[in-house]
């Protein structure tokens, strides 16, 4: 029976929660989905480098033109990686356990990070979201980079704000622009997968550390298929049509940039 | 039905297992765990909600009512999420249309009750927030209720050696984090359930339900001229619905706030119809003061509108014999036990 099959999983779960004493009963929820063997002493970083026109990013000072010609600077610019998925070139996959970061371009450490204990092998290619998946969406109360202490977190309408960009423009409304994307479900849905190919094999062995490095272009925000005119647009707060919009633009943001061995 | 007596049994050994299993932990002695059963109450539906990934415990409890009540939970410390909802008012705020927030501010929705939440699949008047525990982080962070931020929080709460030990109990060492807080809050709201009222104990068959020949009139109007809305036993079915109400200056759109979707436009969550006695005024933004402001606008106040609830095209004509026992009958979804509940009484 169904129900009673439910039921024995409810009382065990109870069972191994009530025996945690010393950890959050919410670690539990944190499966690993791990299923190869891991390597104690591997490693591999994976860095973001935020760029406009291939140049590392002025917050404030930087001046730059989107594609319709409008003149902006950026102030703020963060965004959620997560789901990320590793394939070596036998086609084995590692997926991340509890694989949330959030990139802010204020904050250098939250830049760049390793994954550990992933087995050794020849990485050549990776998968990640951009944004929050729906189930962590619609699960309650999350923390670490998901705590909505981040200021990515809708309360009026519960859901995560999968990346953000602010800053200012002669060319809005105001001489400000911010594009807060959001929503993950149905026609709305602005989570957007992204697979690349590495341009080399990230080795993942003992004593190694090799490197992914990932660009995301700012200016694709505004730009294929959709192009942004700041005077028509430049204020993007909660979930529709053009939140949809600016991910479409955004979902083709990212390329590896090189890869260290 | 049965599933639910199942359910409750499987849920009372699970607990007992809390305490024999781990017996040495001092947190989940008998006496508090025994204190502390969530029950589904016998013919109920199997909640939405039952603390998945949170943690059922007498010092969560305590640390969630602690929270509940504490005004240092707004911007300048004057209002506790139990200043909107009071216990004698069933979690309303009695003869409050809208209620005071920070410096007065006004809101534009009526504080609803709080009671079997754990039975909600969404939150708020319009369903915006989509779990209990998401829902505080609404009030705290608009600027008319609480009008507080997330980290002055932790910082206030963190510099008070109670709430460090209260934490420490609830959760293992003295941590405050966003989510802890919202955890301990939904274990208290959770635990909210009201499920004795005279109707209650007709249902179940016991002492104090004899209903009289009136209430049963009563009960079979509402079950022809209410109950597709207003569902048993939660007495609302938990949609989106516009029932007719004027829009007013404030123009509020409802659900369509949420959705985007015109066929949204003017619906609002159906509110239960229990403890009625203690969360007047009515509807979502407290326009009307009593039950026969509300029966007569269902009797000759329908405002039209593309999206207004078909069965209320006519509205809902009663006779005065069957509008008084139609307000018998929801008089007996008052559980005074409830609001009188010491468990759910703020902290002295």
Known sequence: MKLKSLLIVLLATIGVVACRKKDDPVAANNTNTNTTPQDSSTQLKISFDNVVNGMAVQLTTGKYANANGDSFSVTMYKYYISNISLYTDANAEYKESESYHLVNEDLKDSKSFTIKNLPAGNYVKIKFLIGVDSARNVSGAQTGALDPLNSMFWDWNTGYIMAKIEGTSTNATGNNFAFHIGGFTGFYNTLRWVTLTLPANAIVAKGKQPGIHIRSEIKEWFQTPNLIDFSKMSFVASTGTKAVNIADNYADMFSVDHIDN | ?348
């Open chain 2, 1 to 348: 039905m049965k599933k639910g007596i199942i359910i409750a049994a499987i849920l009372s050994i699970a607990s007992a297992s809390l305490f024999t299993a781990c017996k040495p932990d001092p947190d989940f002695d008998a006496v508090k765990t025994e204190e502390l059963s969530f029950k589904i109450p016998q013919g109920w539906p199997i909640p939405y909600y039952q603390f998945e990934n949170n943690k059922v415990s007498q010092a969560n409890f305590e640390l969630g009512r602690k929270l509940f009540f504490d005004t240092r939970l707004s911007k300048d410390n004057t209002i506790s999420c139990g200043s909107c909802h009071q216990a004698f008012s069933a979690f309303a705020q009695l003869d409050h249309a809208v209620s005071h927030g920070v410096q007065d501010k006004l809101g534009t929705r009526n504080s609803p009750a709080l009671f079997n939440l754990n039975w909600h699949t969404s939150f708020f008047w319009d369903g915006g927030v989509n779990h209990i525990e998401s829902q505080p982080i609404n009030p705290i962070q608009n600027p008319v209720e609480m009008d507080e931020n997330l980290g002055n929080i932790i910082t206030k709460l963190s510099a008070d050696n109670t709430y460090k030990q209260m934490f420490t109990s609830a959760w293992g060492n003295d941590t405050i984090n966003s989510q802890r807080i919202f955890k301990s809050l939904a274990m208290f709201m959770g635990m909210l359930v009201s499920s004795n009222s005279k109707y209650d104990k007709y249902k179940r068959g016991e002492a104090g339900g004899n209903m009289t020949a009136e209430e049963l009139s009563g009960y079979e109007i509402y079950k022809a001229k209410c109950s597709s809305c207003h569902t048993e036993p939660l007495f609302s079915d938990f949609s989106y619905k516009n029932n007719g109400l004027p829009p007013t200056s404030v123009n509020d759109s409802g659900r369509a706030h949420i959705t985007r979707a015109a066929a949204d436009m003017y619906k609002f969550k159906v509110p239960s119809l229990r403890n009625l006695a203690y969360t007047m005024p009515f509807m979502h933004d407290g326009r009307f003061d009593n039950l026969d402001r509300v029966l007569d606008h269902y009797a000759g106040g329908i405002h039209q509108s593309p999206t207004l609830e078909p069965q209320l095209q006519n509205g809902i004509q009663l006779n005065s014999q069957q509008r008084s026992d139609l307000l018998a009958f929801l008089n007996t979804l008052n559980d005074e036990s409830f609001v009188k509940d010491s468990r759910f009484q703020q902290p002295k």
